[in-house]
């Protein structure tokens, strides 16, 4: 391949990593200190460093004539690019902002480990040559890129919840003033009545007293959306991903049907993406109980999140099976 | 029943199909019992032939759990999810449900009512008023259809469930290997499969780690005759499958079979009367010796003797391995058509390959219901989390200081915080359409804790 077009494949794929680490730094301080205008620096870059990663997988692509996603290299990166993307969406629609510096954070890491496997431009093995592999690729990485948004979201979820825990004094929180509410169908949980105000969900109560006795970390940890919001932000990406990896898994099966002669054959991959959509399908379930939401439903998280990273790169890298990349 | 029933349970059966799943990804399964000896320790080799942990997808662990969980799911389904109708429509104390805002408007109470239910008809809810000790209420409901995703859902996973079931009733499988120029037949049908050709194609690539020889295509050139009697010509190659009667016959592996010829003392004695595959052996007669073969080698280095990288079959030779008994006595890399000195006068020719072409087939009659069943169990999953059935309480009443005073409440199948922005958003959209009443004012939107 000529030249200047490797340059330029190289260039982006530099802007891509340089975007992300500048962006998770200033994202990181705006996550610390909440002042807009470095939310203003860090999205803008986020935005940035997705589109230069989606531009040079276009460019390997319209440069080689090859479909860029048949090795880690490539998987990878758009993996990355994927998580940012998501991240970005949910961000505007539902001030998920604060969650920046880690995802681009875990972007960039996702991205420097992908140029380890960059082996340049190879064609693909006899396997992975159909179209399939242009439906199927996409979608299961836009569904781990989702449960890696979801799983950032869920270690904040834990973090505040035990820090709520150890402020937590002996005395009862605000339980249930809404319980006697008739046709509601769950039972909520600590909602204090304001007047003239609806209801606030207090779920960080002993936080909120800390924070306004003057407690620095306290402050600054409630000024982070409620529990049950963070809650809600979780279920509202991994509701993103689970539709897309059972997608992902039915037209995995189908490719597989139409390669290998079945459409399940236990292989190590897919019996692993089994194992993650069964984790989150039990997070789902846990879900639908209220006293169940939150810190349980997060951990669950944090296990998926752990079952694709397995699925992901575990496997490829250690289990050998039809799927591995390096076949 | 009500232990089946009963979501935790359910949530228990997926954690240990979970765990079940795991081990079957991390220990390899299907390996004979010699393997696990050898990569394992030997208390937990033991314990994974004992278990069935070699074969875990099929063993009764596995399929019991799955079975338990289509058992709790059903019980769940008729207990719970069928039942669950749309609540009653029932007066509720507005100010006790988290999302609620009270907003005032202009005109009397009737009219009021009137314009919010024309409000929220035009918007898609579903509006319905109800009398009770003479407070008229108006309810409206959005997406209680949807109530429906988690059976569908449920459905979805038992059809999946019934494929499978068919497969291991009415279906089979199998492969099979075929030499260019002969011919095979699928036991379990009586398809035969004459291979006329296979061709490969390997090209050298080069990267960043040196050259690489990526296979490029794997294509087999055969005759296929089914039922009909009538012999087709078929061209297979990887992802293009031949569908023979409704069986499909895949390309799956190729290899070099060796014809090999034995003499003792320069005269021919009997050795294998066929090509050998790669891991195949004979013994040779009258000694205590076997021979194996072990694999081709398409290329050999000529500076060191050593396989080259090139696995194309430029200069090609053959790794074997000599046994006397069970045990290995020696193994060398022969080159094709250049006769080895195996002792006591043998001598052994590795005279020539012949291409193979390594096929599976397949006949699964579940596919359809699999297929449709892993389709319906999306929709329902999509059904369920983006569709949330929501309702709203309305309550108007003539406000003290003139015009109407209109009570909103709403509730969803998944708590307050799902719905809080969209509760909003509609409270915005209320004051916005309303004409106001003089000496308006407006109670805040309701918030559940901030960013
Ligand atoms: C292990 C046994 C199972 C039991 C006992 C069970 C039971 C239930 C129940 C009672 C609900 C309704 C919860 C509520 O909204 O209050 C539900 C929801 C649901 N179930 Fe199951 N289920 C089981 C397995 C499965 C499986 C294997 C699937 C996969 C297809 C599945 C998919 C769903 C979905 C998608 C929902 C909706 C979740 C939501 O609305 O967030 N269930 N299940």
């Known amino acids: 391949m000529d030249p200047t077009r490797q340059l330029l494949d190289q260039a982006l794929l530099e802007i891509g990593i340089a975007a992300y680490v500048t962006g998770a730094l200033v994202l990181f301080a705006y996550f610390l200190t909440r002042r807009p205008v470095l939310r203003s620096i860090g999205m803008p870059l986020a935005i940035l460093g997705a589109a230069s990663q989606f531009a040079e ?241 997060s951990i669950v998280s944090v296990i998926g999140f752990a079952s694709i990273v397995f699925c992901y790169l575990g496997v490829n890298i250690w289990i050998s099976g039809l799927h591995s990349y390096k076949m | 029943m009500r232990l089946f029933a009963h979501v935790p349970f359910g949530v228990s059966l997926l954690a240990i199909w979970g765990l079940l799943t795991l081990i079957g990804v991390i220990v390899e399964q299907g390996k004979d019992p010699s393997f696990y000896a050898g990569a394992y320790a030997p208390p937990i080799a033991r314990l994974i032939v004992r278990l069935d942990l070699d074969n875990i997808y099929h063993s009764a662990a596995y399929l019991g759990v799955i079975g338990l969980i289509l058992c709790s799911m059903a019980a769940a389904t008729f207990t719970k999810v069928i039942p669950r109708r749309i609540p009653r429509l029932n007066p509720v104390k507005i100010d006790a449900i988290p999302l609620h805002a009270t907003v005032h408007v202009s005109g009397d109470a009737e009219s009021a009512r009137e314009r919010i239910a024309a409000f929220f008809a035009a918007r898609g809810w579903q509006v319905r008023k109800r009398e009770f000790g003479g407070t008229e209420w108006t309810f409206a409901d959005k997406n209680n259809w949807a109530r429906r995703g988690v059976l569908v859902a449920h459905i979805g996973f038992v059809l999946i469930a019934a494929g499978t079931t068919i497969y291991w009733a009415k279906g089979y499988s199998g492969q099979f290997a075929v030499l260019s120029g002969q011919t095979a037949t699928i ?83 009997p050795g294998p009367d066929h090509p050998l595959k790669e891991g195949e052996g004979f013994a040779i007669d009258g000694t205590s010796r076997a021979i194996q073969y072990q694999r081709f080698v398409g290329t050999i280095d000529r500076s060191t003797g050593q396989p080259g990288a090139d696995p194309r079959p430029n200069d090609p030779g053959i790794v074997i391995q000599a046994f006397d008994g069970d045990r290995p006595v020696g193994g060398a890399l022969i080159p094709l058509g250049q006769p080895v000195d195996l002792g006591a006068g043998y001598k052994l020719d590795a005279a020539r390959y012949v291409l193979y072409s390594g096929f599976q087939y397949r006949y699964d009659p579940g596919i359809p219901v699999v297929g449709i069943g892993a389709f319906v169990l999306l929709a329902g999953l999509c059904i369920s989390f983006y569709f949330l059935p929501a309702r709203l309480f309305v309550l108007v009443r003539d406000a003290a200081g003139g015009g109407a005073e209109v009570g909103l409440a709403a509730t969803t199948v998944r708590g307050y915080e799902v719905f809080e922005e969209r509760f909003a958003e509609i409270i915005e959209a209320v004051r916005r359409t309303e004409p106001v009443a003089p000496e308006n004012e407006v109670t805040t939107t309701p918030v559940l804790g901030g960013v």
């Not at chain 1, 620095?216 to 509701?239: C, E, F, H, N």
Request: glycine content about 8%; proline content about 6%.
């Open chain 1, 57 to 297: 997988l276009g460019a390997r692509w319209w440069m080689t004539g090859v479909w860029p996603l048949t090795n880690l290299y490539g998987s990878l990166s758009l993996f990355s690019a994927c998580a940012v993307t998501i991240f970005v969406v949910f961000a505007y629609r539902y001030e998920m902002d604060f969650i920046g510096g880690p995802v681009l954070a875990l972007a960039a890491i996702a991205l420097g480990y992908a140029t380890t496997w960059n082996e340049g431009y190879m064609p693909a093995v006899p396997a992975l040559q159909s179209y399939w592999i242009k439906i199927h690729v996409p979608i299961v990485i836009t569904a781990y890129a989702s449960f890696m948004v979801a799983f950032c979201l869920s270690l904040l979820y834990l973090v505040k919840a035990a820090v709520e825990h150890r402020y937590r004094t002996g005395s009862p929180s605000v339980r249930g003033v809404a319980a006697g509410a008739g046709a509601s169908i769950d039972v909520p949980l600590n909602y204090a009545a304001l007047p003239g105000f609806g209801a606030v969900r207090t779920d960080t109560p002993a936080l909120a007293s800390a924070a306004a006795a003057g407690d620095g970390a306290a402050q600054w940890l409630s000024g982070l959306p409620s529990l049950a919001k963070l809650d809600i932000m979780q279920y509202r990406v991994i509701a993103v991903g689970l539709p897309l990896l059972s997608l992902g898994i039915i037209t995995g099966a189908m490719w597989a049907k139409e390669a290998w002669g079945a459409y399940w054959q236990w292989d190590p991959k897919e019996t692993a993406a089994l194992l993650s959509w069964i984790v989150y399908a039990a997070y789902m379930h846990l879900h639908t109980r209220p006293e169940w939401r939150g810190t349980r439903t």
């Open chain 2, 187 to 269: 036991p379990e049908n009586g398809t035969t499969v004459d291979l006329k050709r296979f061709a490969y194609r390997i090209d050298p690539v080069q990267t960043k780690a040196g050259t690489v020889y990526q296979p490029i295509d794997y294509v087999s050139d055969a005759t296929i005759t089914g039922r009909d009697g009538v012999a087709h010509n078929a061209i297979i190659r990887v992802n293009q499958p031949y569908d023979a009667d409704g069986t499909l016959i895949y390309q799956a592996t190729y290899g070099f079979a060796i014809d090999f010829r034995l003499t003792k003392d320069g005269r021919p004695v």
